[in-house]
Nanobody
Framework: QVQLVESGGGLVQPEGSLRLSCAAS????????MMWYRQAPGKEREFVAS????????SYVDSVKGRFTISRDNAKNTVDLQMNSLKPEDTAVYYC?????????WGQGTQVTVSS
């Protein structure tokens, strides 16, 4: 079965950095695009970034452009999100997501808290 497991969240000061990682299993990883979403308290889940199967198409929500970088390693079945210059408004639970045969799969999420 499809499984996505996020790691790397934590507490960081404003302008700090974190690297999230998502380990995938149960499907042919290099055949599917991968995405990161986030959900802040009291807000709807929002798209953060996506990467195509061979990393030639990458997209970001405007609020993270120039600060976050998504990358994937098809040999290791992982997708990472490097987050730099973090702001308090980046505080959220971050989720890894993929869509396999029209069904969406989500990880359990990892908490990122940006606070001094």
């Amino acid at each position: 079965q499809v499984q996505l497991v996020e790691s790397g969240g934590g507490l960081v000061q404003p302008e700090g950095s974190l690297r999230l990682s998502c380990a995938a299993s149960g499907f042919t990883f290099n055949n599917y695009a991968m995405m990161w979403y986030r959900q802040a308290p009291g807000k709807e889940r929002e798209f953060v970034a996506s990467v195509s199967t061979n990393s030639n198409i990458i997209s970001y929500v405007d609020s993270v452009k120039g600060r976050f970088t998504i990358s994937r390693d098809n040999a290791k079945n992982t997708v990472d999100l490097q987050m730099n210059s973090l702001k308090p408004e980046d505080t959220a639970v971050y989720y890894c997501k993929t869509r396999v045969f029209i069904k969406d799969y989500w990880g359990q999420g990892t908490q990122v808290t940006v606070s001094s």
